[in-house]
C-alpha cells in the first residue's frame, strides 16, 4: 500500500475543538450559546442512533441542543407548525430535519420551511441557489467536510481536475459546486456515465459518493490522486457484516497518494461540520464574525 490515509476521525476531532473554543469565547464576550433543535419522525433505529450521536457531540462542544421525537404519523400539518415555532425560536440558530421522513410527508416541502438562515444541512432551496451561483449559503455537512479534508491534505486546490462520482443533492452536486468554488475543473460522473474509468483516470481527485459498495478499483485511479470515499455500505463478507465505501480500498490504496478510509474518514466529518455550520448560523445571526476555517 502507497497512499497515505486521511484519518477522518482524527481530523473532525479538531474541528470540533476549533468549534468548542469558539463557542467557550462567545459564551464569555456575550453570554449566549449557540443552540441547535433536530427533529426526528418515526421509530427508524439508525436515524435515532445518528441523532443521539449528534445530539450528544452538540453538547461536548457546549452548544444548546433541542431534540424534537416525533411519533411516525405525525401530520404535515403538525411538522410544519413545529417547524415555525423553531424558525422564530431566537434561542435556535440551526434546525436540522432527520431524513428519510415518512413517506405520508413531502420531504421537499418540510425542508422548503425551514428559515434559509437556520438551515444547517444546506438542503434549502434558497441555499442550494446560493451555493450553485457562488454566493455564501449554509453548505451540506458532507461535502463541506470532504473540502476540508481536502484543502486540508493539498492547501490550494486550484487547477486541479476533480472527478465527482454520484449526482445526489446531498453529495454529488454541492460537491461539484465547492470544488468549482475552489477553481479544480470539475466532472460530475454516475453509474450511467460512459466509460467510467477512463473518467475518472483523468482525475487528480476522485469523490466517491454513487452508493455502491467497491465500486471504484484501483485500475480507475491517476498514480499519485486523491480518493475521497463518501460511501458507507454494510455488506457480508466471509459471514461477517462489514462497512465498506464506495472505493475498492485495497486497490485504490495501492496507486492513490492519499486516500480516506472506511469507515473513520468521511463519516465523522459530517457531523463536526452539522456544528461548525451551527456556529456559523449563530454568528451571521448576530453579525459576528464568521469562524476561520470552518466554512467554504
Ligand atoms: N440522514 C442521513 N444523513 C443526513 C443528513 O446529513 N441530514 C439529514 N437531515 N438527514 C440525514
Redesign the pocket.
Known amino acids: 500500500m502507497t497512499a497515505q490515509i486521511i484519518d477522518g476521525k482524527a481530523f473532525a476531532a479538531t474541528v470540533r475543538a476549533k468549534v468548542a473554543a469558539h463557542v467557550a469565547r462567545l459564551k464569555e464576550e456575550f453570554g449566549e450559546h449557540p443552540g441547535l433543535a433536530v427533529v426526528i419522525v418515526g421509530e427508524d433505529p439508525a ?1 435515532h442512533v ?1 441523532v443521539r450521536s449528534k445530539a450528544k457531540q452538540t453538547i461536548e462542544v457546549g452548544m444548546n441542543s433541542y431534540e424534537h421525537k416525533l411519533p411516525a404519523d405525525t401530520s404535515e400539518a403538525e411538522l410544519l407548525a413545529l417547524i415555525a415555532k423553531l424558525n422564530a425560536d431566537t434561542s435556535v440558530h440551526g434546525i ?4 428519510p421522513l415518512p413517506k405520508h410527508l413531502d420531504s421537499d416541502l418540510v425542508i422548503n420551511s425551514i428559515d434559509p438562515a437556520k438551515d444547517v ?1 444546506g ?1 434549502h432551496i434558497s441555499n442550494v441557489g446560493l451555493l450553485g451561483t457562488g454566493q455564501k449559503s449554509m453548505v451540506p ?2 461535502p463541506l467536510g470532504c473540502l476540508m479534508m481536502l484543502r486540508d491534505y493539498h492547501g490550494d486546490l486550484s487547477g486541479m481536475n476533480a472527478v465527482v462520482v454520484g449526482r445526489s443533492n ?1 453529495v454529488g452536486k454541492p460537491m461539484a459546486n465547492l470544488l468549482l468554488g475552489d477553481s479544480c475543473t470539475v466532472t460530475i460522473a454516475h453509474s450511467r456515465t460512459k466509460d467510467l474509468p477512463s473518467v475518472v483516470r483523468q482525475a487528480d481527485i476522485v469523490v466517491a459518493a454513487v452508493g455502491r459498495p467497491e465500486m471504484v478499483k484501483g485500475d480507475w485511479i491517476k498514480p499519485g490522486a486523491t480518493v475521497i470515499d463518501v460511501g458507507i455500505n454494510r455488506i457480508e463478507r466471509d459471514g461477517k457484516g462489514i462497512l465498506v465505501g464506495d472505493a475498492d480500498f485495497d486497490s485504490c490504496a495501492a496507486v492513490a497518494g492519499a486516500i480516506t478510509p472506511v469507515p473513520g474518514g468521511v463519516g465523522p466529518m ?1 457531523i463536526a461540520c452539522l456544528l461548525a455550520n451551527t456556529l456559523t448560523a449563530f454568528c451571521r445571526a448576530k453579525d459576528l464574525p464568521e469562524p476561520q476555517g470552518l466554512t467554504a
Open positions: 436515524s445518528y436540522l430535519v432527520q431524513l444541512d438542503f455537512c458532507t446531498i459530517t
